[in-house]
């Protein structure tokens, strides 16, 4: 499967187009409960790698089809800092990239290695989660690797945001019952005090998660906003798609990115131009896309990735 995917539009980040550096199979060194990917165990060190050369290459291509992207982004069917060969792609894609920005989306666990931290400085923005600042808590809902722990993270993530020039982003994904208490909240005010970033993005499970657990309306992220010291840039992440750019999809294309991430017919409608939704619905008539409902929002996916996911 190819390692590129897009273009997408991001609610935060604008039209992007996608490298997944894990691209056959997740490889994560977290197993959490939101995950939009299918549960799996986690692991510390990549089995499948593909080769800097192959990512470039496809890269290349794609930048060549593709002239409206604003960021290039580096993820991963599970997490983009286990690729070993880093710092190098990063090189190889600065070399090609012209004024187009570089992005990475982060569980944050990796930055404790120097040879990762010292990579993602090279970046334009980088974006990191950090769902709980307490041991418990973080065991709880992100589900690390054995020996994976939160207190050199955020030492980590702090020590990072005083050396990065880029822009900086955290995200903390809100679970019902996990990570919402007044008192995780507290511990995460203590913990992000220190950090310097753009912005702070709170948001929920809008997409089928991995296990069985539920996102908060609205009214309850806005409600545990004020929870959150009123110094920090803290922002509602919610689903606006209004400054979507259009792009041209082929089938392959199509698949490939509903294979990354489920859409709703509201995506499809912002990112899709004419003739690609021809294309998706002749896809979805001929059996090679499902519609997925999980708490009310229609989703659409390819069908091997919904034989992929667990049955609930
Ligand atoms: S949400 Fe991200 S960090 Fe968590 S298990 Fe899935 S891929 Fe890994």
Redesign the pocket.
């Known amino acids: 499967m190819s390692t590129i995917f897009g273009p997408i539009y991001s609610r935060r980040f604008g039209v992007s187009l996608g490298i997944d550096l894990s691209a056959s199979t ?1 490889q ?5 409960l ?4 299918a549960p ?1 165990h ?1 692991i510390i060190h990549q089995h499948s790698i593909t080769p800097v050369s192959t990512i470039i290459h496809e890269l290349q291509e794609a930048l060549n089809t593709h002239s409206e992207i604003d960021v290039i982004t580096l993820t ?4 983009p800092t286990m690729y070993p060969y880093l710092n190098a792609l990063i090189d190889e894609i600065d070399a090609i990239k012209g004024v187009k920005q570089t992005l990475i989306l982060s ?1 944050s ?1 990796c930055l404790t290695d120097e040879d990762v931290f010292n990579a993602l400085l090279k970046l334009d923005q980088v974006k990191l ?1 950090l769902d709980a600042a307490t041991p418990q808590t973080f065991k709880k809902i ?2 690390p690797a054995e020996g994976i722990e939160i207190e050199p993270i955020i030492e980590s993530i702090t020590r990072f945001s005083h050396s990065f020039k880029g822009k900086l982003f955290l995200e903390i ?1 809100m679970v019902k019952g996990v990570n919402d208490t007044p008192s995780e909240i507290n511990a995460l005010n203590r913990a992000l005090s220190d950090i310097r970033c753009e912005r702070i993005d709170i948001g929920t499970i809008d997409r089928p998660p ?1 296990y069985a657990v539920q996102g908060l309306s609205f009214e309850e992220l806005y409600t545990l906003s004020h929870l959150f010291d009123s110094s920090l840039p803290i922002h509602i992440v919610s689903r606006r798609h209004a400054e979507a750019a259009v792009s041209s999809y082929s089938d392959e294309e199509i698949l490939s990115t509903l294979d990354k991430r489920p859409l709703t017919q509201e995506d499809i409608d912002a990112l899709f131009d004419t003739e690609s939704k021809t294309r998706f619905i002749a896809l979805l008539n001929n059996g090679k896309i499902a519609r997925i409902e999980r708490s009310n929002v229609l989703f659409f996916a390819p069908i091997e990735n919904i034989h992929r996911k667990r049955d609930k």
Do not use: Q, T
Not at 76 to 79: L, P, V, Y
């Open positions: 997740k994560c060194n977290f197993d959490c939101y995950c939009e990917l799996a986690p991963a069917n599970g997490e569980n666990a989660s992100d589900r994904l991995a």
